[in-house]
């Protein structure tokens, strides 16, 4: 079983089609906060002014979990909002 179910994300407000719209909108907004992290994480060792390695310098949750999972989730906690279109 996929867990969080449609019907818990979509609250029976939503079909799934905007639900997949959402997820991935959202999924890029996560794409480019992990885009941001690592280009500063870079810059900062291309700059010498740090000696962690690139990997700690990068969220876990960034690292660990693909954009679409994280999106999911957080659509789940309610901190992402689906909205109909005007």
């Given amino acids: 079983m996929i867990e969080p179910t449609i019907e818990e ?3 029976g ?3 799934r089609y905007e639900l997949v719209v ?3 909108k959202c999924a890029r ?6 885009v941001a992290c690592r280009t500063e994480a870079e810059r900062r060792l291309a700059n010498r002014e740090t000696d962690k390695p690139l990997a700690s310098m990068i969220p876990s949750e960034y690292r660990d979990q693909k954009a679409v999972k994280i ?10 909002v689906l ?4």
Wanted: zero cysteines; hydrophobic letters at 35%.
């Fill in 9 to 11: 994300l979509t609250r």
């Fill in 13 to 15: 407000q939503f079909n």
């Fill in 22 to 24: 959402g997820v991935a």
């Fill in 29 to 34: 907004t996560v794409t480019d906060e992990y």
């Fill in 71 to 80: 999106a999911i989730a957080r659509l789940h906690q309610g901190r992402y």
């Fill in 83 to 86: 909205h109909h279109k005007a």
